[in-house]
């Protein structure tokens, strides 16, 4: 994953980018670089970054047409940070927190999905591994590795599977209040690059809507090489991740839900990310 350059060099760190945002307040270069390495690799990571939510909206806006916060919004208003930013007031969330979080595409579920979702590490948590030796670490896996291998893997069924992903339909699991979404997972561009949509539990899903034995062989076949080329990827605090969420899903590895000192006493993590989607034209 390529890193956003300092002013005028190769692709590093970006130190104090709250008061500069690149050289001496000029941010253009930062943002073309930003472009450039989304474009390229679908995905850029941005170190060093103020834990304020102030600093992201603004790098935010710098990019693209802020969207609301999903569902967390319902009773925000665009005034309110909560309206635009993600676990704003909150760690991860209940249902994943400390569990492998499977891969997927933000907003998958919702009538519309960003083009670009933004992940701020506020706090990593401890750092400590747990049984397995894992600790957090964020997953991302981008759909043209992902069909890549279906082929290498599977050379004489990979034209079926593709063609069964780009044209059945699968609705997954949605937030009651907004319309369903019945739609392939697989989508070709005009200039005939892959985009995707892909959501937690889809097989579930696919099954549940009636897919054939040879359109779950192709589901299965997909989610098995779309992990088989995931990339771990530890972040620490102040680390920005801005990912094309039409081409790259992300998840995260387990972590303790608790650390434990010396006496035993248990403290429950403080991990924390922010989230942020876009509109942008790339």
Known sequence: MPETPECGTQLS???????RFGCDGDIDELIKAIFEAIRNDGLVLIRNLPRDPATLLTLARKLGRLQPATSRAASATPG???YWIGNLDAHETERWWGELL????????????????MMLMLDAGSGLPDADGNSGQSLFSRVDDAIEELGRVYPERAEEFLDALLHTAVTADYIPYL??????????SSAGGWTFRYWIDMQKYARRDGWSADE?????????ALNAVRVQLPLHAGDLVVVDN???????????REQIDGSGHRTPSTRRVYNVHLEADI
């Open 246 to 256: 039409h081409r790259v899903a992300h998840g995260r590895m387990p972590f303790p």
């Open 102 to 117: 499977p891969l997927h595409t933000a907003g998958a579920n919702e009538p519309t999905e960003p083009k670009l979702h």
């Open 179 to 188: 319309p369903p979404r019945p739609e392939p997972i697989l989508r070709r």
């Open 13 to 19: 760190q970006v130190a104090d980018i709250a008061a």
């Open 80 to 82: 309110d940070l909560a």
């Open 216 to 224: 779950l062989d192709a589901l299965d076949a997909f989610d098995a």
